[in-house]
């Protein structure tokens, strides 16, 4: 069989060019032709994603060290550390899953092939598997069908199509079959049926020139399976820090495993226990879980705001979120077409009124008087033919809102002409031409009150090219053309759309309406100048986005003088320049990730557009969000940091794949989500200060214990109860209490040398003061005689309390612990009480002593923890107060009072 040639572009081509490029005949293909095609192209299916290992995402270095742990323990045979350090790897895969499972899901664009489709083969109708179809099979559909493949269309009546899937506007499109010039996105190739649109009435026979992985579908597949998974910025933190953790774990024990071996030959059993208590102390094991349950709990906030999260991980990212790209039309404006002005010669008409609902006056723009439109003869003319000639429909629905069906720039002008309240006229529609790409027009024949009319309606320049005379306040005139186009680009320049009106009588007995007649005497009526005006929300949400850090792209597909005029309306920054699709298509990877940040505002971008700007984005170090609402989005929103739907989202399949889906008030409902991840990072952070200044001191400990030739300070079991238990309990109160809340605020930024020092100062500095307090306690005990398993006890209970202090300091890093907002953190204190209660527990429960290896604790003891805490206290504020001083004085120093 010969190799099929596949042209750039079918909807270039007309019918019967198409079906001779396919090889094909108007009867279809033969069935051994067919078979021939499916062997050597391959069925109609996406092929199947292949996905990564599971376990391999979710190991991560403090698991491997708690592997390494358990098998340190299973050699020395103490099976009950064993145990439970296994249930913790398991606890830790757990959260590690929660987090990061849902991040690899996407739809399954395949359920937009339906099972079944009637083709032609041989000059008879088959019904046939949708999988077993071809290029250049000819396949018939009607109204409720889903298309099975890319068709060409060759035939086509009354044919309107919902292309939502894809491209997820709701409103159905009219299609024809006649070949159009011209490079079109696919979203406007009027010739062309796609792999998942409805026919939501009418009847189509197509070619099929693409299918399964050569379809629009399959192209979203491939872009979609070439995205790789991002984790979230907390996320990526945390895997900085633990990059090299495997290793420095594996060199150290190794590294004291020989010292202690060699240079004060301790028994292998007991060098064994020590080191996997050294590792299981180097992990922070709890905190995996806590960032499982501070996400739960913003999630569970979210939802309450009607904020829908597709994963757990979308919540933290939300707090680190820097640039929105989002749609004009479906984010922007309130997406209904208004006509605000109307262009008579000499004159220019003002309208009143947003949106649908039929009120509002008509203005003299000149100085504002009222008119009435029903004796104002051309303005009456002008409403009455655009109603005429609109194919849309102006209706209220039960609940007493109006509403459009058909193109919302039409139902405009029926808008217009229902705010005039003009006196019904007897009209009969006697014939159509449907909207023309080329011509960039439509046209009717009416007659009204026994008259017959030719009415057309299109694009300003594409009326005046044909007309011959204009209508003006003295009767009919020769068209004075360069008076209109001033009138075009002064409207343009407004970003307002524009639509021309022009007709003239025609002969009731004439043949069928053909483009011809509308080459002699046709007048041009006037102008209906539109926008789309902005959300009554938008601008405010846009200012409290840039007060939050947070830079807001538009994407349009507008002229760019509506695009720029939008961006002005709503406060966009640098609504001055603009990026268009075109100037993108020349640029490579490298020069846009150069220029991206220099533009807000960015026309006529294709969905591989949009991929490549997040991506451009995303290289500059910035946290992207993008809005979408069809299939043809999907790469871009699974790209991006945070893929951003609305409840009114057309797609399913759009929602499906979104991180957030908003309401549809959503650039206000975004302000509420960027606070709440806000809050969810600041009580992260915390969590993490808490916690890995803790185990620092534990790993410390293990170490000055090896170098100096002893034992195991405290058990692996025991580690774990401080690591986990106690530090679950605590790290509650930072993720849900008053502390964890912040307002909207600048975005972060990447730490500067010295604040990344600070921030290593005092981990070092807290771990190893609480190791010292420790160690100092260990050594009074073994100066006073106890056995080892009360030392390993007293040493227990001195971590929980050194734990329970630092947490004191984590609430208010910045100013001193104690304060009004200390009483009022109703979070700590019940974590203090439930921590108080599993101490008692731990050192009183026969169950726990056994199982933990603990001893009842005297009152002195427990006094004397008390003792060691309130010292730790008073370093640590003493500390804090230092510090404040020091970075005051570098203030005064480089700010000096004036």
Not at 35 to 41: F, N
Not at 209 to 221: C, H, M, N, P, S
Not at 878 to 891: F, P, V
């Amino acid at each position: 069989m010969q190799k099929l040639k596949s042209p750039p572009a079918w909807y270039r081509y007309d019918a019967a060019g198409v079906i001779k490029r396919m090889q094909s005949h108007e009867s279809g293909l033969s069935a051994e032709e067919a078979q021939k095609r499916l062997v050597g192209l391959g069925p109609n299916t996406l092929p199947p994603r292949r996905r990564r290992c599971p376990l391999m995402r979710l190991l991560t270095a403090p698991i491997c060290v708690l592997l390494l742990a358990s098998v340190l323990t299973a050699v020395t045979e103490h099976w009950l550390d064993t145990g439970v350090i296994l249930v913790v790897i398991l606890l830790n895969l757990l959260a590690n899953w929660l987090q990061q499972n849902a991040t690899q899901s996407s739809p399954d664009l395949a359920d937009g092939f339906p099972d079944r489709a009637s083709v032609r083969r041989e000059g008879n109708i088959l019904q046939v598997d949708t999988r077993s179809l071809v290029p250049g099979d000819i396949i018939m559909l009607g109204a409720g069908d889903k298309v099975p493949a890319d068709l060409r269309l060759i035939e086509a009546q009354n044919l309107r199509v919902d292309e939502s899937m894809l491209t997820g506007e709701a409103t159905a499109v009219a299609k024809q079959t006649a070949a159009t010039e011209g490079e079109r996105p696919a979203e406007v190739r009027s010739n062309m049926l796609f792999c998942g649109s409805t026919l939501v009435s009418g009847c189509a026979t197509g070619i099929a020139v693409a299918t399964g992985a050569k379809t629009q579908l399959g192209r979203i597949e491939a872009a979609l399976c070439s995205v790789r998974p991002r984790r979230t910025p907390q996320l990526r933190s945390f895997d900085r820090l633990g990059n090299g953790f495997w290793l420095l774990m594996v060199t150290l024990i190794a590294f004291l495993f020989f010292y202690a071996l060699l240079r004060h030959s301790l028994p292998m059993q007991g060098l064994m226990q020590t080191l996997a208590g050294l590792a299981v102390a180097a992990v922070p094991a709890g905190l995996p879980m806590i960032i499982v349950l501070a996400l739960a709990l913003s999630i569970w906030r979210l939802r309450k705001m009607n904020i829908a999260v597709r994963h757990l991980s979308t919540a933290e990212t939300l707090g680190a979120l820097s640039v929105v790209c989002c749609d004009k039309t479906h984010s922007l404006t309130m997406n209904e077409m208004t006509v605000r002005a109307l262009i008579l010669h000499e004159e220019t008409i003002r309208v009143e009124g947003n949106g649908y609902q039929p009120t509002g006056r008509f203005l003299q723009d000149k100085d504002c008087s009222v008119i009435a439109p029903a004796v104002h003869a051309r303005l009456r003319d002008l409403l009455r033919n655009m109603d005429l000639c609109s194919d849309s429909t102006l209706l209220k629905d039960e609940g007493k809102n109006w509403r459009i069906t058909g193109e919302p720039t039409q139902a405009a002008l029926k808008v217009a002409a229902a705010k005039a309240h003009l006196p019904e006229r007897a009209a009969l529609l006697l014939d159509k031409l449907p909207f023309d790409e080329l011509r960039k027009y439509q046209a009717t024949r009416y007659l009204v009150d026994g008259e017959s009319y030719i009415l057309a309606l299109g694009e300003p320049e594409a009326l005046l090219r044909i007309c011959d005379f204009q209508q003006t306040g003295q009767g009919l005139e020769a068209l004075d053309v360069a008076w209109w186009q001033q009138q075009i680009a002064h409207h343009a320049a407004e970003g307002l759309h524009l639509i021309a009106s022009a007709c003239r009588p025609a002969d009731k007995n004439q043949a069928a309406l053909c483009h011809d007649d509308l080459q002699n005497g046709l007048i041009f009526c006037g102008i209906a100048a539109m926008i789309d005006p902005p959300r009554p929300e938008a601008a405010r949400a846009i200012v409290d986005c840039q007060r939050a850090g947070i830079r807001v792209k538009m994407l349009a597909d507008d002229p760019v003088a509506t695009a720029l005029a939008i961006g002005r309306m709503t406060g966009i920054g640098g609504s001055h320049s603009e990026l268009t699709g075109r100037q993108l298509e020349r640029m490579s990877d490298i020069e846009l990730a150069r220029v991206v940040d220099r533009y807000d505002i960015f026309v006529g971008m294709t969905p591989a557009h949009r991929q490549r700007l997040v991506a451009a984005l995303q290289s500059q170090g910035e946290v992207v969000g993008i809005t979408g609402n069809g299939a043809q989005d999907i790469p871009a929103l699974k790209q991006a940091d945070v893929g951003i739907a609305t409840q009114a989202a057309n797609g399913g399949v759009t929602k499906a794949i979104a991180d957030l889906v908003l309401p549809d008030n959503h650039f206000a409902a975004l302000i509420s989500a960027v606070q709440e991840g806000q809050r969810l990072r600041d009580g992260l952070k915390k969590a993490g200060r808490f916690m890995l200044p803790i185990c620092l001191s534990q790993t410390l400990l293990f170490i000055a214990a090896l170098l100096a030739g002893k034992f195991i300070p405290i058990a692996p079991l025991q580690v774990l109860w401080i690591n986990v238990a106690a530090s679950v309990t605590l790290a509650v109160s930072l993720i849900s209490g008053k502390t964890a809340s912040t307002p909207v605020c600048s975005r972060p930024r990447k730490a500067s040398h010295s604040a990344q020092g600070c921030r290593f100062w005092h981990l070092g500095f807290t771990g190893v003061t609480i190791m010292l307090s420790a160690f100092v306690t260990e050594l009074w005990l073994q100066s006073r005689g106890y056995e080892p398993k009360f030392i390993h006890a007293v040493l227990l209970q001195t971590l929980i309390v050194a734990q329970w202090v630092w947490l004191l300091n984590c609430r208010e890093p910045a100013r001193s612990s104690l304060n009004t907002g200390l009483l009022k953190d109703y979070g700590f204190w019940l974590a203090s009480a439930l921590l108080a209660l599993l101490q008692l527990a731990l050192f009183g429960l026969p169950v726990m002593q056994s199982l933990f290896a603990t001893v009842p604790l005297p009152q002195e003891i427990w006094l004397l923890t008390l003792a060691v805490g309130a010292l730790l206290f008073a370093v640590f504020e003493l500390e804090k107060m230092l510090t404040r001083r020091r970075q005051q004085s570098a203030i005064e120093q480089w700010h000096p009072a004036e």
